[in-house]
C-alpha cells in the first residue's frame, strides 16, 4: 500500500512537473529563448543558494557541504572538458554532437535533484501517508519554475521541443527510483542525501555562472540587457516566493 502510494507520488511529481512546465516554457517563440535562459540562471542560483544548500547544511557541518559543493563544481568542470573533448572528435553525447554541454549536464543534474525528491517523498510517506500527499503536492509545485528552466537551457543547447519533452520527462524517472530506494533502505540512503543536495547545488551553480551567463553577455543592446535583468529577476523572485511558501 505505501509502496504504491510512493511510486504513484514520484511519477505525479517528476511527471507532472514536466508536463506543466513544458506547457508553458514550449509555447514560448524561437526568439524568447534567451529570456526564458535569464529566467533559468535566477531559478538554478535561487534553488542552489537558498533551498539546497541550507537543506543540506541541516544535517552536515556548513564546511562539508561546502567542500562536498566545490569538489561538484571541479567535477562539473571535468565533465563538461570531457563534453567538448568529444564534441571535437565527433562523439555522441546525450544531446548528440552539436549540442551545447549544458543541455546534457542539466539533465544530469535533474537526476540528482529528483533522485533526493524520491527519497523525501517515500520518508513523509513512511511517516504518514497524508503527510506523504501534502509533501507531494509541495514537490510539484517546488519543480514547475525549476522545469520551466530546464526547458529554456535545452531548448537553448540545440534540442528540439521534442527532445527536450522526452528527455525531460526520461530523466524525471530518477524520482521513482529515489522513492523505491528509499522505502527499501531509508535509514542508508537517508545519510547521503546531504551529499545529493550539495552535488545538485553545485550542477546549478556552475551551470547558470559558467554556462548560461556568459552565452547572455552575446546580448549586448540595452533592451536585451533590461529584459534579461527582468527575467533574472522574475526567475529569482518565483522560486524565492515558492521556497518561502513551502517552508
Known amino acids: 500500500m505505501i509502496l504504491s502510494c510512493i511510486v504513484l507520488a514520484t511519477l505525479a511529481s517528476g511527471l507532472l512537473s514536466v508536463l506543466v512546465a513544458a506547457v508553458i516554457a514550449l509555447s514560448f517563440a524561437r526568439q524568447w529563448i534567451p529570456y526564458l535562459v535569464s529566467f533559468a540562471v535566477g531559478v538554478l542560483l535561487t ?15 556548513l564546511s562539508t557541504v561546502l567542500a562536498t559543493t566545490l569538489a561538484g563544481i571541479f567535477a562539473f568542470f571535468l565533465l563538461e572538458k570531457l563534453a567538448l573533448w568529444h564534441h571535437s572528435h565527433g562523439t555522441e553525447t546525450v544531446g548528440g554532437p552539436h549540442f551545447k554541454p549544458a543541455g546534457p549536464m542539466i539533465l544530469v ?13 517515500a520518508a513523509a510517506f513512511l511517516t504518514d501517508i497524508r503527510l506523504g500527499f501534502v509533501t507531494t503536492l509541495a514537490v510539484v509545485a517546488h519543480e514547475i519554475p525549476r522545469e520551466m528552466g530546464d526547458f529554456g537551457i535545452l531548448l537553448d543547447s540545440g534540442f528540439s521541443k521534442r527532445q527536450a519533452l522526452i528527455w525531460n520527462v526520461l530523466f524525471s524517472a530518477t524520482a521513482v527510483v529515489g522513492g523505491v530506494l528509499g522505502y527499501l533502505g531509508l535509514s ?29 553577455h552575446q546580448h549586448r543592446g540595452m533592451k536585451a540587457s533590461l529584459v534579461q535583468s527582468m527575467m533574472i529577476a522574475g526567475g529569482i523572485g518565483t522560486m524565492g516566493i515558492t521556497i518561502s511558501f513551502l517552508n
Open 109 to 121: 543534474g535533474d537526476a540528482f535533484h529528483n533522485f533526493t525528491d524520491g527519497v523525501v517523498l
Open 47 to 61: 534553488a542552489a543558494l537558498l533551498d539546497l544548500l541550507p537543506e543540506a547544511a541541516e544535517s552536515l557541518p
Open 188 to 216: 542508508h540512503v537517508h545519510a547521503a542525501i546531504p551529499y545529493v543536495l550539495a552535488v545538485s547545488a553545485a550542477s546549478f551553480l556552475y551551470i547558470a555562472i559558467a554556462d548560461l551567463v556568459p552565452g547572455l
